[in-house]
């Protein structure tokens, strides 16, 4: 009786754990999909091996680290900030990420489901939303299509890098760093002061605004192109084309695989030509700047020349003589974060400096023309967009072109 009776229990716990293993039977009609199945295509070992072999020659890989943990520069150079952000829908993380790690696979990828049969792209990537654009302050979304929206989250104008300062006397006070967003043409007939420690960058990843022709200054009367034979593709239709080898090129590098634009590109590098015409109007422009001294052009020891915006005010709002001068202004606004031992946070303290002005025979000494602010805002869209104009040539010549004309007439 015994043996009879555990023999009726093993029986009853097999059949248990048989039913676990296969689990409940789902809802009539509808058709399951095998795991194994819809997994593999992407997680086999030769699939994943490769994507990330081509993503360690990406700029992701290597522009992106815990050093850039901050809460203004965590939300794109760590991949907890960046999941933060579009997981709560905010454009900066609640506070600094001391241990945050390099964008990896799941920063902009996750997934939803295992059925993928209606929208492959929303399911698998982090976000597909419309993007707040910090050129807008915010304040309205603009949706760049799908999986450019996942892209854009990041490769737009930045926003502020800093909230407060340090006066001369040792009190923290706050301060907007970005007081000419947006920018509006129809005040081209006023000045504005450009003191010290206010700016009007739009940060090394600016191709969005250029390529849907938005957000560089406009003149007012000026007609402008917006879309161009590019203007409907995705960005990964240049940026994720077929790999290359021998060029390591396309896939998940990032890179554009030129040799693989076989429709417009055969036989004739028409990508230079572009560049290097949109690159001599940006000198252009920034050469007529110097000559006002809106600009200073400078030459390094390599003989590598630059151009800076040049302070009409200290920070302040004194303006700047234009010869020398003993009277102590406050010239510039230096960064003296650091970061606390205990809590591993940064410690905001931007320092106000007091000296005499070096730098007085490059002052313009009076403020500038709204017009002369655009044509400013206008070199710095160009040049931190890095591409040098090929997301959006045609944009990207009328407004250098536009710039170079008023600062002509005016």
Partial sequence: MKNLIRLFLILFATGLLFTACEGPMGPAGTAGKDANEVCLICHNTPNQ?????????????????????????????????????????KYVVSNDIPNGTRITCETCHKHKAFDFADDTVSFILRTTTPVSLNYNNNSKTTDFGLINNLCITCHQIRGVTSVNYTDALGAVKTFNQLPFF???????????????GT??????????????????YEYAGKTYT????????????????????????????????????TTCHTGTDKITPVQSLIDAKRIELAELLSTRKVFKKSTNSSG?????????????????????????????????????PTTGLVIYANKVTLAVDADF???????WKYGELGAAYNYGYITSELSLGVHNPTYALQLLQNSIDWLNAN
């Fill in 361 to 367: 025979a490059n002052r313009i000494g009076r403020e």
């Fill in 182 to 196: 947006p920018l509006d043409n129809t005040k081209e007939s006023t000045t504005v002061q450009y003191t010290v």
């Fill in 226 to 261: 917006r879309t161009w034979k590019h203007s409907g593709f995705a960005c990964t239709d240049c940026h994720m084309n077929e790999y290359n080898a021998d060029t390591k090129t396309g896939g998940h590098t990032l890179i554009v695989n030129k040799a693989a634009c």
């Fill in 49 to 89: 091996d490769a994507k990330l072999a081509e993503y360690h020659l990406s700029k992701h890989y290597f522009g992106t680290s815990s050093s850039r943990n901050t809460k203004y520069c965590a939300r794109c150079h760590t991949s907890e900030g960046f999941q933060e952000i579009v997981g709560a829908g």
């Fill in 304 to 340: 590598v020349v630059s151009y800076s915006a040049e302070p009409t005010h200290d920070f302040y709002g004194v303006l700047f003589p234009t010869t020398s001068s003993a009277t102590i202004y406050a010239t510039a606004l230096a960064g003296t974060n650091t970061v606390s």
């Fill in 199 to 216: 700016n009007f960058s739009v940060h090394d990843g600016n191709q969005s605004n250029l390529f849907a022709g938005i957000n560089g």
